[in-house]
């Protein structure tokens, strides 16, 4: 899908990241679908990151892209099932 749209995709998790314990098949769900969220909304030609990180001993994984964003009205209810 990023391919088709000249998308660059970039991935950081870095060594020193710590394992952690969790749901591996929740958490790819959600992972694919920001990633395909963000491929969605990001115009050819742009990017879409997925960051690796801890913070305050915590893995923190984190998508990003070069897209429109999530309107402001909206960012309440994101997490909301439709």
Known sequence: MAHARRLHL??????DVPS???DVELID???VNLVENAI????DGG???L???TSHSKVV???SDTGEGIPEGDVPHIFERY
Do not use: D, E, N
């Open 10 to 15: 970039h991935a950081r998790v870095p060594q």
């Open 20 to 22: 952690a314990l969790g």
């Open 29 to 31: 769900r959600v992972l």
């Open 40 to 43: 969605h909304h990001t115009p």
């Open 47 to 49: 990017s879409v990151s």
């Open 51 to 53: 960051t690796c990180f």
């Open 61 to 63: 994984m984190q998508v």
